[in-house]
């Protein structure tokens, strides 16, 4: 009993683990490409290729060598195993470090089949550093601050990985929705100006979670397509960091078009006045003089709803990119579709609580001053969507001309 449950705390603490790691130096959001581990064999030679990105290079200037070369630190992150046995190392090369990757080679006992490899490379910097292994056959690893050792085979098959994430799939479905929930909570995710294309088209309640549900499906597709192309391409893995900051411009220049098609509507529309007419229940009539909810379109909706879920969760992606190599892409799929589905009810959850929060206010409003700001929050907010477009899209294009 005591193992089983071990054993189910273990699967729900790596999903979680894996969905909420902090990001590191390399890890932000938007991401850069993670530190790959190319591994190959010729007979009992194993040949391990680390490559990172530029400022991950660099960061290994800051890492502890404790007085050695990047090659003795290289050596001492890199290990790999055979039948329980540490296969010495006999070369380190790292003049191509910061082109094609630093060089390992290690003899194995035996011809190499099914190994233990460890990468410890940059954790000591920040634990939130992961590291994916891929072989030549499409299988590899995530080696994490936590799990640093992962099982690799180089025949082909995959590594005998995963059982405890089949059998304690409901757990894990559970920890992922919940990571999505509080993945959604940090900043970023375009809370803000969700809130104020809700509050600037008048939404109904659905239309929040309408919105909460497009960006569910959107991340999901996105993280689906990143680690399908790079698991795809991994012998010349496309640069992420690049791919995001497109990404990130692509998004911007959604949200300054729906905010600036929401503010001409705005312009053309006279201010909604609302009429108490003594009823006792609190809330006025608009009786014609707005247009009501006719403000938001579905089209603008879906655009912004696109925009919010295309730069993908780095650790959503990773999850994802790990299944793949490991051969459970679909349970990874599922987990990540539970992420986003976290993500939704969050979203949509702060899209409710603005709604409620200017009815409320409306509500509160009895002096006809107070009724006519009221009455300019929507146009206060579709200005504020506008801004949001016009910041993100400047930082999108000073990305991309910096790097």
Known sequence: MIKVLTRVLAVAGAVVLVLLGTAGTGWAHPFGPPPVAKVRAEGSLVEVTWSAAADDVAALNRADRAGGSIGDYLGRGVGVEQDGRACPLVEVSAQAL??????????????????????????????????VSVTPSGSGALHTADAPVQTIRLDGSAAATGT????????????ALVAGAFHAC???????????????????????????????????????????????????????????????????????????????????????????????HGHSHGHGHGHGHDLLTRRGLVTLGVS???????????????????????????????????????????????????????????????????????????????????VTTAMAVAGLVSG
Request: positive net charge; hydrophobic residues 55%; contains cysteine.
């Open 164 to 175: 405890d994430l089949d059998r304690f799939f409901p757990l894990a479905l559970l920890a």
């Open 186 to 280: 940090a900043p970023g995710h375009g809370k803000t100006l969700t809130a104020g294309y809700l509050l600037g088209g008048r939404a109904r309640p659905r239309d929040a979670i309408r919105l909460g549900v497009v960006v569910a499906l959107m991340h999901t597709l996105s993280v689906a397509v990143l680690a399908v192309v790079w698991w795809a391409a991994r012998e010349n893995a496309p640069d992420l960091e690049a791919i995001t900051l497109w990404f990130q411009l692509v998004a911007a220049l959604a949200v300054l078009a729906v905010g600036a098609g929401l503010l001409r509507r705005h312009l053309r529309t006279p201010v909604s006045h609302g009429h108490g007419h003594g009823h006792g």
């Open 308 to 390: 919010g879920g295309l730069l993908p969760s780095p650790s959503a992606f990773l999850l994802l990119l790990t299944g793949l190599l490991t051969g459970r892409a679909v349970l990874a799929l599922v987990l990540v579709a539970a992420f986003g589905l976290g993500m939704a009810v969050t979203l949509s959850g702060v899209g409710l609580a603005v709604l409620r929060g200017h009815d409320l206010l409306a509500a509160a409003t009895r002096t006809p001053r107070l009724q006519a700001l009221a009455g300019r929050v929507p146009l206060v907010a579709a200005l504020l969507v506008v801004a949001g477009g016009l």
């Open 98 to 131: 910061a082109t094609t990757g630093a060089v390992l080679r290690f003899r194995c006992p035996g011809p190499a089949g099914e190994l233990r490899l460890r990468v410890e490379l940059l954790t000591d910097l920040d634990r939130a550093y992961r590291t």
